[in-house]
């Protein structure tokens, strides 16, 4: 996409520190996207979330819910404004909006998981 330099995976939101897979309690798996906000808006990601993700209902459990993660209060408002317009199209929808905290990097095999499945199978 253009514009994303680079994305990354990890666990966020929750109270332990260096989460792993296997023990990531209270965290959420997320995605992290650095992009060159010239090529790429905020606002552009925020739509590309909503159309990747399902944003309704509830989770069950913190590991797989969905979340926008935000840095600073000018994110916190387009984010928070953003997915108030999408409730006003969508029922259920069970997307918050939180400040990110700190972010854990996932263990290297959960990198670029997709492509690593696709390359494994001969594509």
Do not use: C
């Not at 926008?68 to 029922?91: C, H, P, R, S, W």
């Amino acid at each position: 996409m253009k514009g994303a330099e680079w994305t990354r995976v990890g666990y966020a939101g929750g109270r332990k520190k260096f989460p792993t897979y296997r023990s990531m309690l209270d965290h959420t798996e997320v995605v992290q996207v650095k992009y060159d906000n010239k090529k790429l808006t905020y606002a552009k990601l925020l739509q590309l979330f909503a159309a990747n993700h399902s944003m309704i209902g509830k989770s069950y459990g913190k590991q797989y819910r969905s979340v926008i993660l935000t840095y600073g209060e000018d994110q916190k408002k387009e984010a928070t404004a953003f997915l108030e317009k999408v409730k006003k199209n969508k029922k259920n929808v069970g997307t918050a909006v939180e400040d990110l905290k700190e972010f854990y990097y996932a263990e290297e095999y959960h990198q670029k998981w997709n492509a690593k499945q696709f390359k494994n199978r001969g594509f």
